[in-house]
């Protein structure tokens, strides 16, 4: 297979370029919160309902249920015995589950009905996992604005009959419905409509290959169109925002890819 045919459809690797290691003492912690956050998902899935809530309801269920089946299907399933550390992405679900684990051995601390070594045992724990979230805020994120939803999304539609020619020049299969799922999950992510997308920002720094790979067929067509309005046309203010903001993102997620 050439390089040429694999361009913009192999190499996707789930959470390329946001991978972190768990350090061996909290290995086993962010497990069973894996575990926890599944169950705390299908406790807050919605009831059926005639009304659009239900499907609404379901896509965040399912979207929080995906990113911990994801990172146990690295870790996996089986609860760690050893004492080594784990190399993962870094979804929202990860930072969550160790979020909680603090505030849990935070209360833990405070409790004047435990003994003092577990108190003590508790507080040390806190101390470790914060060190952990605290080497976390310097790693470089993908921040998508609420207004630039439409663009990206333009985007993955673009990247999606990239895909398909890739299947009919004859590129693996696996490896293009990787990259489908890819542009699905940025979808889901921002929403695959105005109607559904978040009302604020959201974090795609997991995401930030397929923001790389799917966002030069757009900055292409905006930069022509740039350059080819005049500067009295009312179209050209709006087209040179959008390649601004767009430009951002793209250089932002090359920066998070250590580009």
């Given at each position: 297979m050439s390089a040429d045919e694999t361009a913009g459809v192999t190499g996707h690797?789930?959470?390329?370029?946001?991978?972190?290691?768990i350090p061996p003492e909290l290995v086993l912690d962010l497990h069973r919160g894996l575990y926890a956050e599944l169950t705390m998902a299908c406790e807050d899935?919605?009831?059926a309902t005639s009304g659009p809530e239900t499907r609404t309801g379901w896509i965040?269920?399912?979207?929080?249920?995906?990113?911990?089946?994801?990172?146990?299907?690295?870790?996996?399933?089986?609860?760690?015995?050893g004492e080594q550390p784990?190399?993962?992405?870094?979804?929202?679900?990860?930072?969550?589950?160790?979020?909680?684990q603090v505030e849990h051995d935070h209360w833990l601390s405070e409790q004047a009905n435990e003994l003092a070594e577990g108190r003590s045992r508790a507080a040390e724990h806190v101390a470790t996992v914060e060190r952990f979230l605290a080497s976390l805020s310097e790693r470089p994120a993908l921040m998508i604005p609420v207004a630039a939803f439409p663009l990206v999304r333009e985007c993955v539609h673009e990247g999606i009959p990239m895909v398909s020619e890739a299947i009919d020049r004859g590129?693996?299969?696996?490896?293009?419905?990787?990259?489908?799922?890819?542009l699905a999950e940025l979808l889901d992510l921002i929403g695959w409509s105005d109607?559904?997308?978040?009302?604020?920002d959201v974090d795609a720094t997991e995401h930030a290959g397929t923001v790389k790979e799917v966002a030069p067929a757009i900055?292409?067509?905006?930069?022509?169109?740039?350059?080819?309005?005049?500067?009295?046309?009312?179209?050209?203010?709006?087209?040179?925002?959008?390649?601004?903001?767009?430009s951002g993102?793209?250089?932002?997620a090359r920066k998070v890819l250590g580009e």
């Open positions: 690797d789930r959470g390329a370029g946001s991978l972190t290691t899935a919605p009831q965040l269920t399912l979207r929080r249920m995906a990113a911990a089946l994801d990172a146990l299907d690295v870790m996996g399933w089986h609860e760690p015995t784990v190399t993962i992405s870094l979804p929202p679900v990860v930072v969550k589950v160790f979020e909680r590129v693996d299969l696996r490896e293009c419905g990787r990259r489908l799922n890819a109607d559904e997308a978040p009302a604020e900055l292409e067509t905006l930069t022509t169109a740039v350059r080819e309005l005049s500067d009295g046309d009312a179209e050209k203010p709006k087209n040179e925002g959008e390649l601004r903001l767009l993102l793209y250089a932002q």
